[in-house]
């Protein structure tokens, strides 16, 4: 067995594997939510551009709703690419951060020696590092927002996991 500084081979191929799903769910979940914004953001923009030369046959009308839904596919595409992946980024960050507070968590606090608690942390550091991308003028205010968005989603994770532990360990008591 190898391992790279304290982190084991075993460990790093388990990493890979656990995050590829919050990833994919990122992914999926920004292209969906991106395209649509984008689509629509593309047809208002269409209708507003080309309000001028309304159609005024049957043919013009079915040449103009065309070109607007290829332009409605084309921002789909590319708004749903571009959001999926920085959702995806911002879900591997919080797998990395996850498996960090795994492998170094402090064993002396004993809130934070519980593995249920992983998620609460690791959402609250990356909810709060959206300050990062924000303009000097709203830091405050992306931190303030990130930190509790990441902190809520962590801890409704966390309730989750801590929930199914328990009924799973009732269902396997009782039997």
Same mark, same amino acid.
């Given at each position: 067995?190898? &391992? ?36 629509? =953001? ?5 209708? !507003?551009?080309?309000? %001028?030369?309304?159609?005024?046959? =049957? ?5 103009? %709703? ?24 911002? !879900? ?12 170094? =968590? ?9 593995? %249920? ?19 000097? =003028? ?12 990441? &902190? ?24």
């Amino acid at each position: 067995m190898t &391992t790279i500084g304290p982190i084991k081979r075993e460990s790093l191929s388990n990493f890979i594997v656990s995050s590829s799903m919050p990833v994919q769910y990122g992914f999926l979940t920004g292209f969906l939510l991106g395209g649509y914004s984008a689509g629509q =953001r593309a047809a208002l923009q269409f209708l !507003a551009e080309n309000q %001028h030369e309304m159609p005024k046959t =049957r043919s013009q009308a079915l040449q103009y %709703h065309r070109n607007k839904n290829y332009k409605m596919m084309a921002a789909f595409g590319v708004g749903g690419i571009q959001r999926g992946l920085q959702l995806a980024s911002v !879900a591997l960050a919080w797998s990395f951060t996850k498996k960090l507070l795994d492998v170094y =968590r402090p064993r002396t606090i004993p809130i934070l020696s519980n593995p %249920h608690f992983d998620d609460l942390i690791a959402g609250s550091i990356i909810g709060s590092s959206f300050f990062l991308l924000s303009s000097a =003028r709203q830091k405050y205010f992306y931190l303030k927002k990130g930190f509790l968005l990441g &902190t809520g989603l962590g801890a409704s994770l966390s309730l989750i996991k801590i929930l199914n532990f328990k009924l799973c360990n009732k269902a396997t008591n009782t039997q």
